[in-house]
């Protein structure tokens, strides 16, 4: 359930009509629905009531301060993956003991910013990283906390791309290894071993592949205990998938896949973290386009938009489906048509949808692509020398841009001509 609903036959976000931001910051743009955004942290925060947990919002999903704001005032923690987003949820106000650092190619200088400003743990990915740390935790004169991604070789039943939990996959260190490398790790002083860490990938529709993968970190943090490690953490990643459809099967509830967590872990008495990106901010955002033309072509009608795929990559590069909608709904009984819907980018790649059917369109109308909270703006580029989108946060009946459009001197300026030009 989200927060963008039609009244009246315009389409709000929570109190606000989207035509309204239209017309004060311009198309194209991104609006996210804090309600929706706090619904859905509230989901996982509940699921796992009764136990020991935090929820580490995955913030590659949506980074901007003022989305991380709102959920770390509401008790969430931070997975982050660069030094980038590490010091990005610094300065949103997370506290570094709130702060997971995840990803498989951590730099001396990114594990010396977290390990300078304070971090909850690694999550160590190699043995080449996990000497890395120790040296700057050494160097630093601190100790590092870590857990160990284990690669538990479950197939996540996902998109190739966003499949991380096979042994093909470049993530984490095969299961069968974890003896081992939590033996090096043990023998490193820079080092606190605190856990194991898991996370198969994004886009999940099914629990099973979860179960499998949950099932073999318990049988492994009993391995570990018995050879001596205080296993006291467990990260589980993210990756419960959200329906990009109306009309299709729902996946798994965040409370189906909290009883999961308590079933397969909750006997061993750990800390349990999650690291949930897409679910929480996919449907609390839309991105908002204008269209440009309407143009016939052999047998089919092109709605071509002021939106294109630098601003929304996920159709492009997944093959991923977006509902897409009228801002303004069509009278009753008016028919739908087929349209392809596409951006002005040269390449045929910038294709949002084929054969889509939409009320009939034109020039100037706005329509809301669906589902483009999550890997949306975070991905987008300046590719043909578009100017990022801005971002909107709605909050009730008050609504705020986040981020700004920049200008076009903004962009150009950033270039700089060497001496002999
Ligand atoms: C991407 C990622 C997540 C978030 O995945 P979602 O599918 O957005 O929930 C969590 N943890 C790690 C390590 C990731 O790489």
Redesign the pocket.
Known sequence: MDHFLYRDGALYAEDVPISEIAAAVGTPFYVYSTATLLRHFKLFDDALDGTDHLVCY?M??ASNQAILKTLAQAGAGM?V?SGGEYLRAKAAGVPGDRIVF??VGKTADEIRTALSGGIRQF?VESEPEMEVINAVALELGVVAPITV?VNPDVDAKTHAK?A?GKSENK?GIPIARASEVYAHAASLPGLEVIGI?V?I????TELEPFELAYTKVAELTEKLRAEGHNIRRLDL?????IPYTRSNDAPPLPVEYGALIKKTLGHLDCEIEI????????NAGLMVSKVIYVKSGEGRDFLILDGAMNDLIRPAMYEAHHDIVAVQEPAPGVERQPYDIVGPVCETGDTFAKQRNMPPLKSGDLIAFRSAG??GAVMASEYNTRPLIPEVLVNGDQFAVIRERPSFDEIINRDTIPSWL
């Open positions: 995955a590659k999903a997975d993956v995840s990803g999550n991604r966003i991380t993530f860490d996370h990938g994004s886009q999940l990643g993210g990756g419960l998938g690291e949930p990106g897409r679910l929480i901010a996919g999550a890997y």
